[in-house]
C-alpha cells in the first residue's frame, strides 16, 4: 500500500473514530437529564402539520415542558420556532397547545423568530438581560441539546440545564451525525 493510501486510510479511520466517540458523548449527555429549578424553559421548535397539528416529535417536547412546569421546576415557558414552509408559527402553535394543557398564557414566552437554534440562543439571552433572568433548561431531542446547551453559553446565559423529550426514530442517527458536525462549527465560530 503507497504512503498516501495509508495516509488516507489513517486519516479516515480517525475522523469515523472521532465521529463515533463524539456521538457517543452527546448522546450520553442528551439522555441524562439535568433538571434543576430555574428562570425559564426554553422549548425548541419543529414541524408543524399543514393543518395546524404539532408533530410527534414536538408535542413530545411539548409533553416534556408540561411535564417539568408542572413539578414547579420554572415559572415561565419560551417556546421558540420559526414560521415552517406549512405556513405556521411554530411558537404560536406551541403556545396554543401549552395553554389548552392548562398553561396560563402569561407565563409563555412566545418567540417566532427563532428559525434556528443559533437564533433562539440570542433571542433568549436578549430576553433574559431584559428580565434578569439568570438560568434556562431547555428541552428538544437528545441529540439537538449539547450543542444548544453550548449555543446559550457564549450568548452569555450563565446557568443552562437540559431536559430530552421521550420520542425516537430513525432519522434521530442521522440528526446525531449532523450534530457532530455542527456542535464544531459553533464551538469554533
Known sequence: MSTVKRRVLTGLTLLLGWLIIHSAVVTVDGL???VQPVDCLIVLGNTVNPD????A???ARLDKALELYRQGVSPLILVSGG?????HYEGTVMQRYLVAQGVPNQVILIDNEGNTTQATARNY????RQRHL?????????FHLSRTKLLLRKQGVPVVHAAHATYYEWRDAYALLRESFAYYAYLLG
Open 134 to 142: 439568570r438560568s434556562a433548561l431547555v428541552v428538544s431531542q437528545f
Open 52 to 55: 395546524g397539528s404539532l408533530s
Open 32 to 34: 441524562t437529564d439535568d
Open 83 to 87: 414560521l415552517g414552509k406549512e405556513g
Open 57 to 59: 416529535r414536538l408535542q
Open 125 to 128: 439571552a436578549r430576553l433574559a
